[in-house]
């Protein structure tokens, strides 16, 4: 079965720098969300959107910002990187209306800020 | 902030069964208990979520307390796959967030 994709899997970067992480929702699922995870934390939410809107916002940076496209598809951009920056960033997808209200997560983008 | 609390670690032997307790007293009418766990750095997974019945599938059983208040996730024969870090959420239905909490690190052991 189609996953939740995403690119790059790996990045590396230096400070002050920008990134864009790319996230590819499993097909017919409206909604994406992105959680970042620190090292040696727990995952934290960033953001979500639905049908191209934002639908919630956790904590992220006013340095990020995110989107969804018509096709369903979300990038995650962040300027002027900071070492703390330096995390797992997860995509996660799912569908309006499933019983189980089931987010499918990526595999992440590890993000090394230098 | 999170809503629940569980132990940050646990040890089960493999092939025996895994208990694993979470505390969310503070827990409104609509919202769900759900649990996921995350296999080193891999994106976490769904396990099993429930309203206010006991539930049970292919992975795991989930035992909800009367009031509310507490749960048990069951993994009935443990393997070493199974070895993660295991989280309890507490969340209204639809597309919600998900808000991890300190989950808890288990452990099987051969």
């Known amino acids: 079965a189609a996953g939740v994709i995403q690119s790059p899997r790996h990045l590396i970067k230096e400070k002050r720098e920008t990134a864009t992480l790319k996230c590819y929702p499993i097909?017919?699922?409206?909604?994406v969300y992105w959680y970042q995870q620190g090292p040696g934390q727990d995952p934290q939410f960033l953001i979500s959107?639905?049908?191209?809107?934002?639908?919630d916002k956790g904590s992220i940076p006013d340095r990020f910002s995110a989107q969804q496209f018509s096709d369903y598809h979300s990038e995650l951009n962040m300027s002027s990187l900071e070492l703390g920056d330096s995390a797992l960033y997860f995509c996660a997808s799912s569908r309006t209306g499933s019983a189980r209200d089931e987010q499918f997560f990526g595999p992440g983008t590890r993000l090394t800020v230098l | 902030d999170a809503k629940t609390t569980q132990p940050t670690s646990m040890d089960c032997a493999e092939g025996r069964a895994a208990n694993l307790p979470c505390n969310h007293s503070t827990i409104s009418g609509n919202e769900y208990v759900y649990w996921y766990r995350q296999i080193h750095s891999q994106g976490p997974q769904y396990i099993i979520h429930?309203?206010?019945n006991n539930e049970t599938n292919e992975m795991a059983s989930l035992i909800i307390t009367e009031d509310r208040k507490s749960s048990t996730l069951i993994l009935p024969h443990a393997t070493l796959r199974d070895t993660a870090v295991y989280y309890c959420i507490v969340r209204p239905p639809g597309n919600t967030p998900l808000v991890f909490g300190k989950g808890t690190r288990l452990s099987v052991i051969a």
């Open positions: 097909p017919r699922h409206d909604t």
């Open positions: 429930g309203l206010k």
């Open positions: 959107f639905y049908e191209k809107m934002q639908s």
